[in-house]
């Protein structure tokens, strides 16, 4: 206990010794005790545009996974430092894309539909990347007249992408992409999940010709735990409980829910709630727990019974943050994450088209 109120000691004092200098961004599914020391707490779409709006901080000390601090890298000016306190903290369905993956699939795909745009001048194919991939292939995107979307604007970001293209690539989360699809009117025959290494493997030619969506099979190892039994089994034991969820949930666990959307669609809902409202929630353990803190007068559990943290978001820890703050105290920038300039060219692209597609 002494060792971590020291931790905590040392964040403040060198926060305070940095001052508007320093701004810390902490994810919803971070730790309670890393998120009492964040300047702004947000969902990823947020926190990509919340390094924007500190242009003065020198440093933006990112409480997150490596996803997250390379946008923030690659919207921040060029003289402001990005720094994740833990190297090790990735996103494992991040890593279900990879760059040669993509481009050998993209390629293949070329074959199949071509290069030309139809009567409307709509192209045969626009790559959608959501937030939780690697820069690369959100330059992937930049270079191929594609686009970024998170989980609060995949639905604008797809029409966006239709209104452009015959077709979407969407990648890594097959479920973000299936149910905001679903949502959207577009029938489960017309989403044929792609293989990463050759696009036709198991898909005839009908198939490729009726798809609108093409799924890649990238899943969140959180998420993907959810189930309707467990829905059920809330239903039955709080009648009039509300469910809500993330979607990178299966597609039948969303169906099941009674509001699906990005963390900070969840924190809203709950927000929306009355006092002795049951809310069951399908999303990481650590922002359900802080909610049931929060909101103490109503009942807020996780749908899922055995502790469901990210384990990645995880590895954020006190120490950590201590380690690095206390290195720019020093004049000495530790855990810095540099995007390559020419990645971040084309990365940045996507992301503003992103940005000016939102309402
Ligand atoms: P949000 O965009 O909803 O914050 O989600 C990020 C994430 O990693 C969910 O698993
Ligand atoms: Fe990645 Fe899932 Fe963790 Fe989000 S919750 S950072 S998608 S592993």
């Given at each position: 206990r002494m060792d971590e109120e020291d931790l905590h000691a040392r964040i403040r004092a060198a926060k305070e010794s940095l001052g508007d200098r320093l701004v810390i961004l902490g994810h919803f599914y971070q730790r309670d005790e890393v998120v009492r020391h964040a300047d702004f707490v947000g969902d990823s779409f947020q926190l990509a545009n919340a390094a924007l709006t500190r242009p003065d901080a020198e440093h933006i000390v990112f409480c997150g996974v490596h996803f997250m601090a390379e946008t923030a890298d690659i919207l921040a000016r060029p003289d402001q430092h990005v720094i994740l306190?833990?190297?090790?903290?990735?996103c494992s369905m991040a890593d279900m894309a990879d760059e040669d993956s993509v481009e050998s699939a993209w390629e293949q795909l070329t074959e199949i539909y071509g290069t030309e745009p139809d009567a409307s001048g709509r192209q045969p194919v626009i790559p959608v990347t959501y937030m939780n991939s690697s820069a690369a292939l959100k330059a992937f995107c930049g270079r191929h007249g594609g686009i970024v979307c998170t989980s609060s604007n995949a639905s604008t970001v797809l029409e966006w992408a239709f209104e452009r293209g015959q077709r979407v690539l969407f990648f890594p989360d097959q479920h973000l992409g299936r149910n905001t699809a679903k949502a959207m009117g577009i029938e489960l025959d017309a989403m044929p999940m792609v293989n990463p290494r050759k696009p036709l493997l198991g898909q005839t030619e009908q198939v490729l010709r009726d798809a609108e969506v093409l799924l890649w099979p990238g899943f969140c190892s959180v998420h993907k735990r959810f189930t309707v039994a467990q829905i059920e089994a809330a239903r039955a034991q709080h009648p009039g409980v509300k469910v809500v969820v993330h979607p990178e949930c299966p597609m039948p666990v969303v169906d099941a829910a009674d509001a699906a959307g990005s963390t900070d669609f969840i924190r809203k809902f709950v927000a929306a709630s009355e006092p002795g409202d049951v809310i069951a929630i399908g999303t990481e353990i650590n922002m359900v727990n802080r909610l049931a803190a929060e909101y103490p007068d109503r009942t807020i559990f996780c749908l899922d019974p055995v502790v469901c943290p990210c384990s990645t978001m995880y590895r954020i820890h006190p120490g950590y943050l201590a380690w690095v703050l206390d290195g720019i105290v020093e004049g000495e920038v530790r855990n810095e994450i540099v995007v390559d300039a020419e990645v971040a060219t084309h990365a940045k692209v996507a992301l503003e088209r992103m940005l000016a597609a939102l309402p």
């Open positions: 306190p833990n190297l090790a903290a990735g």
